[in-house]
């Protein structure tokens, strides 16, 4: 696939051919452990790497290669490596770039286990965090110590959509020598790709918009040839492989990435501005209003704003209310989803991240989430003003 084709070819064609050994048009799904192989040599070859084909499904699988080289594809990198979950994809990731010693700087603005990771477990494994507010690339300057390794940013953050400058924190990072990773989750690469902004490697949760409808788990990291053969021995270790059946649904769901993408920018762009015209609506977040603090940031690096929405309305009991209220929006966390999902992160998501810790991050009580799905904007804009008005 050539990288001159338009982003809806590629999404449906990259990674993908008919079958060789049957002419099958769709990727079939290889739903085996082990590969049989012609000879012990040829055994040998392939376990030293000196010849291609696969051994067992932990080490790779034709069809969880089909969704690896096409999210490379989309992303602009060289290659990727799937894994079995959006976590899997976080920790595999930084275990391959940091070790104990090793200094991280993190935004504020994470996924709940990324934050319970970095400021829990990474830290008894002797690494040490430092979390700054990411929409300043001076925070991140501010905070590099001699031992710093990596800078990890999540942009737009979960799930506050606070939008960190890629350019500018990359800059930093590669005048210092240090490894930056961003997820690119909320985005997806039709949004935004970091690479282009000198991010050296990008992670997913592809259970969102990559998967596209809310019937699997999966993840992927993806980079340089260098950073992903640094990754897997990582991943050969800790084990978290995708299922070939849900590399298939995935591969499938990126075909309409494009298109899904478009709905779900244009339907939460429509009901950002209604919520934020709505007089039990207190404040809107959401990077393609004027409104938001980082719109200018967003505009440089985002060709389009993504389908999460932030609001608040007067108080945690009122949140409650109108969550207990919706019909057609679907009371539950997750996002990404063709339908409208709607949570509360204080007491669902980030309910186990330390009070103090939600608040600096700027989870109020009263935010609710909103995953703007790709039904009709009127149909989903009559329903959160009944819940509103409940
Ligand atoms: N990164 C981001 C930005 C996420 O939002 C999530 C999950 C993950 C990584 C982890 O992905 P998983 O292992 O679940 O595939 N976010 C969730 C959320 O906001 N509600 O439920 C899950």
Not at 59 to 64: D, K, Q, S, W
Not at 67 to 86: H, T
Request: with cysteine; hydrophobic share 40%; net charge negative.
């Amino acid at each position: 696939m050539q990288g001159k084709s338009g982003i809806r070819t590629r999404a449906v064609h990259a990674g993908e051919s008919p079958d060789p050994a049957t002419g099958a048009l769709a990727t079939p799904i290889y739903q085996t452990a082990t590969f049989a192989y012609p000879s012990v040599e040829q055994a040998a070859a392939r376990f030293a790497h000196r010849e291609p084909g696969y051994v067992y499904t932990r080490y790779g699988n034709p069809t969880n290669a089909a969704f690896e080289a096409k999210l490379a594809e989309l992303e602009g990198a060289e290659a990727a490596l799937a894994v079995a979950s959006g976590m899997a994809a976080v920790t595999t990731a930084i275990l391959a770039s940091v070790k104990a010693g090793d200094h991280v700087v993190a935004g504020r603005s994470l996924y709940s286990s990324t934050q319970t990771f970095l400021s829990g477990r990474a830290r008894d494994f002797g690494i040490e965090v430092t979390f700054v507010d990411p929409s300043d690339p001076q925070n991140f300057k501010d905070a590099v110590r001699p031992h710093t390794r990596l800078f990890y940013i999540e942009t737009p953050g979960n799930p506050t959509l606070q939008i960190t400058p890629l350019a500018a924190v990359s800059d930093i990072a590669r005048e210092a020598g240090i490894r930056t990773l961003a997820d690119n989750t909320f985005a997806t690469p039709i949004n935004q790709r970091p690479r282009a902004f000198g991010i050296d490697a990008v992670i997913h949760s592809a259970t969102k918009y990559l998967g596209g409808h809310g019937d699997l788990l999966g993840g992927v990291i993806a980079g340089s040839r260098e950073f992903i053969d640094r990754v897997w021995p990582v991943h050969i270790e800790l084990g978290a492989v995708l299922s070939p059946f849900h590399a298939f649904l995935i591969t499938r769901g990126m075909q309409t990435l494009p298109l899904r993408i478009a709905a779900h920018n244009q339907n939460a762009l429509a009901i950002a501005r209604f919520l934020e015209n709505h007089p039990l609506v207190a404040r809107v977040t959401y990077p393609g209003l004027p409104s938001h603090p980082q719109h200018a940031t967003a505009i440089r690096q985002m060709t389009g704003f993504g389908g999460v929405i932030c609001f608040e309305v007067a108080d945690a009991e009122k949140g409650r209310r109108v969550m207990n209220a919706v019909r057609l929006c679907t009371l539950t966390v997750s996002l990404g989803d063709t339908k409208t999902l709607i949570c509360h992160p204080a007491s669902m998501t980030h309910a186990h991240v330390a009070s103090d810790l939600r608040l600096t991050a700027g989870i109020s009580d009263g935010l609710i989430r909103l995953s703007v799905g790709i039904e009709d904007p009127e149909d989903l804009m009559e329903d959160l003003d009944q819940a509103l008005r409940d």
